[in-house]
């Protein structure tokens, strides 16, 4: 079936940013029966797949990569590895859980390495950050609130947010209770939006703080009149 491949070439900068907007070719057709047309021996069937899934699983692994060149790297070698399993695929479950749970391995093995050079490494602190990557100073604000997330609590909250996976799929993608899924989506948000949202005491300029204490200390100080509750 190899000789079925696709060109797999991806150019990170012709690709846009909302990926799962894309409209396939012939949507009366199921992701699950192109797969199994493609076990088959339909070259196009694979083709197709190919298409519809290639700019949101490169999107997938830009957003936990560093580097673009990795993240098109990481997109290949999924859709190769889909490609080299295809003889075992049985549609247990959407394929694209079982297309992202592909994709889950190959990064999984990629921080192994990476933790395992660092360890050798005379700068063990320089590891990179997966949630980290080049963007705008917001972009890049929001990318450092969700690197201090709970790492499960950042992984469901980007399946749901960004993959735009359900419940019950991310569910089955990390092994965890549709319940438990819930509750560190609501978590993770919570906890975003306070790093996002300081709060207004934190961001007084320290020009205004002064200013503030200043005038509480210079100020006459009034006794509450007896009775008055405050």
């Not at 990557?133 to 890049?140: K, R, V």
């Not at 949202?197 to 100080?221: F, G, I, L, M």
């Amino acid at each position: 079936m190899q000789d079925a491949l696709p060109a797999l070439v991806l150019n990170s900068e012709a690709l846009p940013r909302h990926a799962m907007n894309d409209t396939p070719a012939n949507p009366a057709t199921t992701d699950e029966q192109l797969m199994l047309a493609f076990t088959l021996g339909s070259s196009d069937a694979f083709t197709e797949l190919f298409r519809r899934y290639k700019q949101s699983i490169y999107a997938f692994f830009r957003r936990r990569v560093t580097d673009c060149a990795h993240a098109e790297e990481f997109t290949q070698e999924t859709f190769l590895a889909l490609l080299k399993a295809a003889s075992r695929y049985q549609p247990r479950a959407l394929f694209r859980t079982y297309l992202y749970s592909i994709g889950f391995k190959i990064l999984r093995a990629h921080r192994r390495k990476t933790i395992f050079r660092a360890m050798f490494s005379a700068h063990p602190s320089t590891i990179p950050d997966p949630a980290k990557q080049d963007a705008t100073e917001s972009g890049l604000w929001v990318r450092h609130a969700i690197a201090k997330l709970d790492p499960i609590d950042r992984e469901v909250l980007l399946l749901r947010e960004f993959e735009q996976l359900s419940y019950t799929e991310i569910a089955d993608l990390l092994q965890l209770p549709l319940n438990t899924v819930r509750s560190r989506l609501f978590r993770a948000r919570t906890a975003l939006r306070n790093l996002l949202e300081p709060s207004a005491a934190t961001t007084v300029s320290p020009a205004a703080q002064t200013a503030e204490q200043t005038a509480s200390q210079t100020a006459p100080q009034t006794l509450p009149q007896k009775g008055i509750r405050l």
